[in-house]
């Protein structure tokens, strides 16, 4: 248990991300491509586990005067730093070695991941703004990774909208760390004294305008209403539009945010709302 909470396992849903383009193709049931892109993924996980170490490493100061990330094994002392970076350097061998047997054009992009990562954890996560972009472009390296994988060409509205939903979200994580800073003298990171609650809140309102009008554009374009010619496709927006309120609800109102996964784990309201807009889409394309 130890060790993968080191390696943060269950980060991995996060690589999910990467079976989006076989989704929307079509060719979710196509064993092949579908075999491919999970060991993919099997593979993308190990190496986004070395990203995880290497930025623990990093923030170890920082870890040990939080309430909950004081308990993480690096920093509270559990396992020393060389070791994890040991396992850390193995788990990458592994992640790249299965990436670069499958697609050499997928191993190209993890190792552009890797590289934008160590750039993060080393000083961009300090520069404002560029901190929560650079968490977005890390899910749309993903859905890349997926195109590649499996010979799927992504269009610009899919790479949009990833961005935007995964920019929002790392958003209303960066505003949880800003709140804890300005009501409770709390700093989890240098580049919250950058931002106050008030512009957090300006960019989330931004941002969420954007996400909808972009989704709407989206299911209302020539290609994707030509390539699934239902007329559920507009039913996928309430879902989107329900989600988004109530991300901004446990937002603004409960001033949560710290783990997007703990609230899509804890949150039944959103786990139905994902559901219905998966059900929904996948009754659409297949």
């Known amino acids: 248990m130890l060790y993968l909470k080191l390696i943060r396992a269950n980060n991995w849903v996060k690589n999910l991300f990467i079976l989006l383009p076989l989704f929307f193709s079509g060719e979710l049931f196509n064993l092949t491509k579908l075999s491919n892109t999970i060991f ?76 934008l990562n160590l750039l993060y954890s080393a000083s961009l996560k300090h520069v404002s703004v560029i901190d929560f972009v650079i968490v977005a472009v890390g899910f749309v390296l993903r859905i890349l990774i997926g195109g590649e994988i499996g010979d799927v060409e992504l269009t610009q509205w899919m790479i949009i909208m990833v961005f935007l939903l995964c920019l929002f979200i790392a958003i209303t994580k960066r505003r949880y760390d800003v709140y804890q800073y300005e009501f409770n003298d709390q700093i989890n990171r240098k580049v919250v004294t950058k931002y106050t609650v008030e512009f957090m809140d300006k960019l989330l309102s931004i941002n969420s305008s954007t996400l909808l009008v972009a989704y709407l554009l989206f299911i209302t374009s020539e290609g994707v209403l030509t390539r699934y010619p239902s007329k559920y496709l507009m039913l996928t927006f309430l ?48």
């Open 40 to 115: 993919v993924v099997v593979g993308f996980s190990l190496v986004t586990s070395f990203v995880y170490i290497i930025n623990d490493i990093f923030d170890i100061n920082f870890d040990k005067n939080h309430p909950e990330k004081r308990f993480r094994p690096i920093a509270s002392g559990r396992i020393s730093i060389n070791k994890s970076v040991i396992i850390g350097s193995l788990l990458l061998l592994i992640g790249l070695s299965i990436l670069l047997i499958c697609s050499r054009n997928a191993f190209l992009i993890s190792t552009i991941y890797v590289g």
């Open 239 to 286: 879902f989107v539009l329900i989600g988004v309120f109530r991300y901004n609800q446990i937002t603004f109102v409960d001033n949560e945010g710290s783990s997007p996964l703990k609230i899509l784990f804890e949150d039944i309201f959103l786990q139905i709302t994902l559901f219905l807009w998966l059900v929904t889409f996948f009754f659409i394309i297949y």
